[in-house]
């Protein structure tokens, strides 16, 4: 799993605009990356130089990859625009921006609570699992005993969990 919390001045006067613009973005932003982020935030913070731009995840996968996909949502680089660097936004400037070891700052505050790691698909699939299961406990309430054992073992679900 990899990490990455970059901190980035935001233009003068433009702290509360860039707040306003990132509270109108959908909860399904940069929807590409939804299989492999397990965390990420956009926020803007008031610092002693004035606001800044605080953007941390936490993801499946090389860095590299994650940046690349990421800045190819067009709302990345408005996102960015507000901000004092890069100077000129575009894909390879913002993916520079991003990499830049001075740029990013310790991501130490990310609490791991499940081990071995999972990955956003296998979390995935066991919430889908939980919510199946969920259903199933329901429906099982106006079954036999034998009728309950027999349908379980035929959940698709149980089966895959028993492939695993």
């Given amino acids: ?12 006067k433009k702290g509360e605009a860039l707040r306003k613009f990132l509270r109108g973005l959908p909860r399904e932003l940069f929807t590409d990356l939804s299989d492999r982020t397990h965390l990420a935030r956009l926020v803007v913070i008031e610092l002693r130089r004035g606001p ?7 993801f499946d996968g090389p860095a590299e990859d994650y940046v690349g996909s990421l800045v190819r949502d067009p709302r990345a680089l408005e996102i960015w625009r507000y901000c004092v660097e890069p100077k ?3 894909e ?9 070891p001075e740029n990013q700052v310790p991501a130490s505050y990310v609490i791991a609570l499940a081990k071995p790691h999972p990955t956003v698909k296998q ?6 699992l939980q919510a199946r299961l ?13 009728q309950f054992a027999q349908e379980f073992w035929e959940l698709e679900a149980v089966r895959e969990v028993l492939e695993l």
């Fill in 1 to 12: 799993m990899s990490e990455i919390a970059v901190l980035t001045r935001v233009k003068k």
């Fill in 134 to 146: 969920s259903e199933f406990a329901l429906e099982a309430q106006r079954m036999s005993a034998v």
């Fill in 88 to 90: 000129t936004v575009s």
């Fill in 92 to 100: 390879a400037s913002l993916i520079a921006h991003l990499l830049k």
């Fill in 52 to 58: 800044h731009l605080l953007f941390t995840s936490r």
């Fill in 123 to 128: 979390i995935n699939a066991a919430l889908e």
